[in-house]
DNA sequence: AAATTTTGTTAGAGTTATCTAACTTTATAT
DNA sequence: ATATAAAGTTAGATAACTCTAACAAAATTT
């Protein structure tokens, strides 16, 4: 049976394909913060699971098999986060260490019951897409805020990174997934946007916030 | 942090030690299923945690801390195995498999919320105490159906044992927590009981069964 | 009391997951 | 083109958890 390192492992494998196509050793290394060595070692150990492929020296790449196990695992840890906030009264600030656990439970029973119990929620409480049982993950096509200009009315999503310091910072200014802003003005200066929405008629927000932010169109 | 294998180790040993008191490193070996040599190993790394008294030669004495980290492991497979049947619609004979996964996550606040949202209960499916938060267990006094005598009402108020095979026996005769047999003959030669209850006029019950039914008279 | 069986320990080894140190290969800068 | 830096690999070690084989101690039987 898989072990819950190896999972972690091609998770991070999965997230950084999705950035950039190929995988660098040092990137799985600093974002999983263990050694180099220690991600060589591990790299042939997904590989004879046929979810990378590895020649020396090479960047990886992580095959059609390795994904689909992959979004398995995502989507077990959005199932998950979604059944804490809607059927357990979690704040979205409060779910993502304990999903890192659950996402290794193997009792597919569980996530199949969670998924029955909140009717197919597609989205979990941060906005991602939630895999399908086969593995498919439809990717909404969203716009990040700071790429939007003054006079826009657009709807949040979904966030790109969601650290609990970045979920409380955004309950602090009553912000949640589906807060519709308008973008009264854009500091040159510095990037930072000026909206207003409901109950806030003007809140300025940081390049680094607007950034985080992922919109669409309304 | 403590291991899911050393937490399972602990689990054992409380187990054993509410049957006699004093334990062997054999009995713990075959109940886990472990040679004794790993046990042997095992059982200095539970002494480290302060968990156990132990001489070589001589049989495991669980401590009073032991007794409560086991007690912590319980309560949160049996607040697990309640939640799994009361909030998410499983049967008594799914859930052990799940629970003894789950029982392992590093998360206060999971299983204070499961706790909070079934109103705490104090029993688990199976009828087996839930400890509290400290660890302190109130085991409901209860005989086995085979000790009692004809002519009595008595009402099943916990499983001895719960494999997925009785279970699923109890199923497919309608008996639950809560059934009320009347007691109407007791076989010599076997000691099988003939017993009546809800919608079943006359059943006979092996010892076998007799034995893992916990009941109280009412 | 001696023999036998059961129980427990030690020794040695394998697997997984991790590290550091040293080295090699590839990429980048001068 | 050469030097330097970055990236990747190998070697060797450690910790946790497991095993089998061999031996020692304790308990049981004869
Ligand atoms: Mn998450
Ligand atoms: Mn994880
Ligand atoms: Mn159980
Ligand atoms: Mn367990």
Chains 1, 2 share one sequence.
């Not at 991070?12 to 913060?33: D, H």
Request: with cysteine; glycine share 4%.
């Amino acid at each position: 049976m898989v072990s819950s390192t190896v999972e972690n492992y091609l998770k991070a494998l999965y997230k950084l394909a999705n950035e950039n196509a190929e995988v660098n050793i040092s990137e799985l290394s600093s974002e999983l913060e263990v050694s180099k060595p220690t991600v060589n070692a591990m790299v042939k150990t997904l590989q004879q699971h046929g979810w990378v492929i590895y020649t020396k020296y090479k960047p990886l790449k992580l095959t059609e098999e390795g994904r689909k196990a992959a979004a398995l695992i995502l989507r077990k840890h959005r199932l998950t986060e979604m059944f804490l906030v809607e059927k357990m009264g979690f704040g979205w600030e409060e779910v993502h260490e304990i999903a890192e656990q659950v996402e290794h439970i193997k009792a597919p029973a569980l996530f199949d019951r969670m998924d029955e119990l909140m009717d197919y929620p597609k989205v979990d409480p941060h906005g991602s897409p939630i895999p399908d049982k086969d593995g498919n993950i439809i990717q909404k096509d969203s716009k990040k805020l700071s790429e939007h200009e003054v006079g826009e009315k657009v709807m949040l999503i979904a966030l790109n990174h969601s650290s609990k310091e970045f979920l409380e910072f955004l309950d602090s200014r009553d912000i949640s997934l589906n807060t519709v802003f308008e973008i009264k003005s854009v500091e040159n200066f510095d990037d930072s946007m000026v909206v207003s929405y409901e109950k806030h008629p003007s809140e300025t927000l940081s390049q680094k916030v607007c950034e985080r932010l992922l919109v669409e169109k309304v």
